[in-house]
């Protein structure tokens, strides 16, 4: 996702945005002299900023960046912390919000409804078609991101909605990642399992063969470095960076690829470090390397970094804690990375024979429906027929009457 440069704003905006909500934005520059002016019009035009995967991720960054307009609101996320925003005390702030941008929010929260309601009739109609009316209110009630039961303006309890939403969804993202990788190699294995049962037993053995061979290609590659270690940052410094691997200064590359300017290595600036590793492993022109499994080998070594150097456990890893990593012992790993081919496979055999029914159930849904799909074609088109032969004769028979009246 691109990144969008400038000085971040203040510490707490940062622990909201960075920490909880992984969302940057540019800065804002504000003439305290004037924070009782009413916002223009043009200050109200929200800046791009990292789409966060969430399915509310526009309505959720659109209400922070508006948010960050108002100078008592940003004042108060500058000296909150942690604890006051899980247990809601930053959102009782919104009661001081200036009016036009609570008119805005307003608005935000009504066109999240609209979108809501749209979204939930369209998934009945795929799946049982019209004919039942949508109890809309009632199938809210699964979106826990805001209050339903007013859906006409944006409150102090929809913004703790929304922040706790957030940061219990963003947590589980990555497992979600992980869970989608696995998936997807269940997928695979499936697939070339039923290729396999309608082939021939000479075809077998040559097809058993091409994936062995394309599995040893794969692993041909030059040595992984391990994610964080000296040498891993020093070839991003010497071939990214173009320069002198014999000059490689920490706090200088810290600088370097700090892209925002915030002090602080967010989740995607950590991930853009292994771009050289990954691509060592995978090149999308190859038929051997599988694009999901580069993203699920640039989420481990995230994950890795961070846990070895995130020492406060905030998902930023700061200057300091940068640092400090580089004079320790976890710069100086030298053995190679561990890719995902050289680990066990993600999945047992119990879940693939679970997944394999679990496709063998779907394919009955799915053709269960179609015949009955076709049922109702073939009685549709047997209805226009019967209107059709009903019009001639209604035609006919004014016809009749006609030459009789003349």
Known sequence: MAMVRGKALANCVLVLLSLWLCIYSLPIVVDQSNENISPKEDELNAPQTADTGLHYDRYLREVIEYLEKDPHFRDK????????????????????VHNNLRTKLDELKREEMN??????????????GDGWKVDHQALLKQFEHLNQDNPHSFEPDDLDRLIKSATKDLEHFDEERHDEYKRNEMRKEHERREKLKALTEEERKKEEEWFEEMRKKHGDHAKVNHPGSEDQLKEVWQESDGL???????????KIHDNNGDGFFDENELEALFTKELEKL??????????????????????HVMTEVDTDKDRLVSLAEFLAAMKSQISQQKEEWETLEQQKSPYTEEELAAYEQQLTQEGKVIMERASELQKQREELQKKQEELNNQKNDIQQAMEQLERRKA
């Open 77 to 96: 996320l500058q000296n909150a912390n942690m604890d006051d925003i899980k247990q809601g005390k930053l959102a009782k702030e919104l009661d001081f």
């Open 115 to 128: 979108r809501l309601r749209l979204l939930i009739k369209a998934k009945h109609d795929m799946q049982t």
């Open 244 to 254: 002198d691997p014999n000059d490689f200064d920490p706090k200088t590359f810290f």
């Open 282 to 303: 995978y090149n999308p022109e190859n038929k051997e390397d599988d694009m999901v499994a580069m993203e699920e080998e640039r989420l481990r070594m995230r994950e």
